[in-house]
């Protein structure tokens, strides 16, 4: 089949490009500059020249693909406006990629206790609010004539295998653990957030490709812990003795950024995957986090 992924170049995208490529499908990937496209073309992704504002780049791209996935910014209404009206009677596919900080709350490293499934029904902060608009527009678009999916990760980690290897939140904990002396964490750090391989979240990619009903919505987690967790055993990883240490609110924004720092670093982000296992029988099996830290890809980074 011929597979159109935004977001190629990315870690999620790209994974799941390389995967597509190896089962033998046609892939092709949106790049926004030349370096990129050459970077795509090694690896065997046929380059698509244009950015998430190229509407019409997206649509012939869309038109001329069997399967879109949108791998790139979740909260860019416009790329998905745009496929979806293009692909609109068709039957086609497209996937759109969100992630389950779209249930996530405040709470400056506090632990709180809600947990969600794909049928718990929640409010979004303000910050989430349009990421949850489009998901609703994806999955009501299967009343329209598509075989429309959304897949939402959570803390994703594990070396990804495109042109970006890297994840976002533990390699942000390492890079301040080591510019500091000790791993840190927001406040006590008992804020939690599930957490899934990026060999398994492809592999549900790959699953819901092959398996899921128009109108599907699932997320992406093979467990879950606590920040102070995860920073104990980059601690121990980095010969630290596992010892922690607690930061504000404030600090954590000057290392990542306000919302980051809110919405990702501090907040609690608690899934399960109910829908992912019970429809798509989807068994994830990668090593847990803490050992893929302690023991795994992670390492090259002491």
């Not at 977001?7 to 033998?24: D, E, H, K, N």
């Not at 992704?45 to 979740?74: M, Q, S, W, Y």
């Not at 306000?258 to 090593?287: C, F, H, I, Q, Y």
Request: glycine share 10%.
């Amino acid at each position: 089949m011929k597979i159109f992924i935004t977001g190629a170049s990315g870690y999620i995208g790209g994974s799941v490009a390389a995967a597509l490529m190896a089962a033998g499908h046609q892939v092709s990937g949106l790049a926004r500059s030349d370096e990129t496209a050459a970077a795509l073309a090694k690896l065997g992704t046929r380059p698509v020249r244009g950015t998430l504002d190229d509407t019409e780049v997206l649509v012939k791209a869309a038109h001329d693909a069997d399967i879109t996935i949108n791998a790139a910014n979740a909260s860019h209404c416009p790329t998905a406006t745009a496929v979806l009206k293009a692909l609109a009677g068709t039957g086609k596919t497209f996937l759109h990629t969100d992630g389950s900080s779209i249930v996530g709350t405040r709470s400056r490293g506090e632990l709180v206790d809600k947990v969600f499934d794909e049928d718990t029904p929640f409010t979004p902060t303000p910050q989430r609010a349009a990421r949850v608009e489009i998901d609703n527009m994806m999955r009501s678009a299967a009343g329209n004539g598509i075989r429309s999916v959304v897949i939402a990760p959570s803390l994703i980690y594990g070396l990804g295998h495109g042109c970006n290897s890297q994840s976002m939140q533990v390699p942000w904990l390492i890079k301040v653990a080591k510019k500091f002396g000790v791993a840190r964490h927001i406040g006590p750090g008992e804020n939690r957030w599930a957490n899934v391989h990026i060999d398994d979240l492809v592999g549900l990619y790959l699953r819901a490709i092959e398996k899921a009903p128009a109108g599907a919505f699932y997320y992406a987690e093979n467990g879950e812990n606590s920040m102070r967790e995860i920073c104990e055993a980059i601690s121990r990883m980095l010969g630290q003795g596992g010892r922690t240490q607690s930061m504000t609110i404030e600090e954590a924004a000057i290392e990542w950024g306000d919302g980051p720092a809110n919405d990702t670093m501090g907040s609690n982000s608690r899934v399960r995957a109910k829908r992912a296992r019970a429809e798509l029988k989807w068994r994830p099996k990668a090593r847990s986090l803490i050992e893929e830290i302690e023991h795994g890809c992670y390492v090259q980074e002491r």
